[in-house]
Nanobody, 123 residues
Framework: QVQLVQSGGGLVQPGASLRLSCVAS????????IGWFRQAPGKEHEGVAC????????YYADSVKGRFTISRDSASNTVYLQMNGLKPEDTAVYYC????????????????WGQGTQVTVSS
């Protein structure tokens, strides 16, 4: 079955950096998209960044452009989210998710989700 195993996250001060990892397994789709999403308390899932396995096109939420970078290592089926210049408003539970087909920033497009990891930015 499809599995997404996340690692990374934690408590950092404003301005710090973190890297999240997401290892995907259990599917044989030729084309798939992986996205990073976050959910702050009382809010809906917000699409943060996404990438596919078959091209280099990436999309980012306006709130993270220039600070976050999504990348992938095809050999290990791992997708990373490098987060620099973290702000208190980045505090949320971060999830990776996968869908068959192209990458999007719409949470409802995704069928399988990782377990989530807490990112807290506070002084």
């Amino acid at each position: 079955q499809v599995q997404l195993v996340q690692s990374g996250g934690g408590l950092v001060q404003p301005g710090a950096s973190l890297r999240l990892s997401c290892v995907a397994s259990g599917f044989t789709w030729d084309y798939y998209g992986i996205g990073w999403f976050r959910q702050a308390p009382g809010k809906e899932h917000e699409g943060v960044a996404c990438i596919s396995n078959f091209d280099t096109i990436t999309y980012y939420a306006d709130s993270v452009k220039g600070r976050f970078t999504i990348s992938r290592d095809s050999a290990s089926n791992t997708v990373y989210l490098q987060m620099n210049g973290l702000k208190p408003e980045d505090t949320a539970v971060y999830y990776c998710a996968v869908r068959q087909g192209t990458q999007t920033l719409l949470a409802s497009d995704y069928t399988n989700w990782g377990q989530g990891t807490q990112v807290t930015v506070s002084s």
